[in-house]
């Protein structure tokens, strides 16, 4: 009875060990390697993206440039903030690439690590949902801008939602611009069903998807 004990206690120890969150380290973003100016003149709305998937390399320059810290130890990011509440949390989708397994992962801006919530890449994810375009789940990366406008206080709740997406536009244009730095094509995505996203992700109930953002390469 003790060893039958002691080997379902190991089995628990296990299984718990396996669902807990997997956290990886990125490395740091690399700067001054475009001007603004020229990041402005390649942005673009694309549709036709392919891979291969993306490399923690270039995740990690999309990821800081929407999200990041700018002032380490401030917590002050990239993107500002209405009274600096932050409401913004980011995350993303990808295929399996040689330096990260498939999966969604959440973007920890006071870690810049990223959290793996999730298995499954794009395909998986998304491409079952209602009204999914196709050609979303076959993008290599799939950034996922949600919201918890709560953080904002008060009782102002228009204020607070209004605070809150435009924030993920701010956010928006700061991943799409780092986009076109990286020679990578992308477009902000609607008609699709957020609401199936969010449980499809596993996002938390409080959170609420303002923004779509698929990227990848360009298909030519």
Known sequence: MR??????LATALVAQET?????IKLPAPSLGSISLEKALKERQSVRTLTGPALSIDVLTQLLWSAQGENRPGT??????SASARYPLELYV???????????VYKYSTKDHTLI??????????LG????????????????????????????DAMRRETNTYWESGA????LLLAVAGNGLGATVVGGVNLDAVHAAA???????????????????
Request: no cysteine; aromatic share 4%.
């Open 3 to 8: 060893a039958l004990a002691f080997s379902l």
């Open 19 to 23: 669902q807990s969150p997997q956290t």
């Open 75 to 80: 917590g002050r990011r990239t993107v500002p």
């Open 93 to 103: 989708i990808v295929a399996k690439s040689e330096t990260l397994p498939e999966g």
């Open 116 to 125: 793996k919530i999730k298995d499954g890449g794009p395909e998986a994810i």
């Open 128 to 155: 079952p949902l209602d009204r999914m375009q196709p050609w979303i789940p076959k993008s290599p990366a799939v950034f996922l801008m949600a919201g918890d406008s709560s953080r904002f206080g008060g009782n």
């Open 171 to 174: 956010a928006s244009q700061a």
């Open 202 to 220: 596993g996002l938390p109930a409080e959170e609420k998807i303002s923004v779509i953002i698929p990227v990848g390469r360009i298909a030519r």
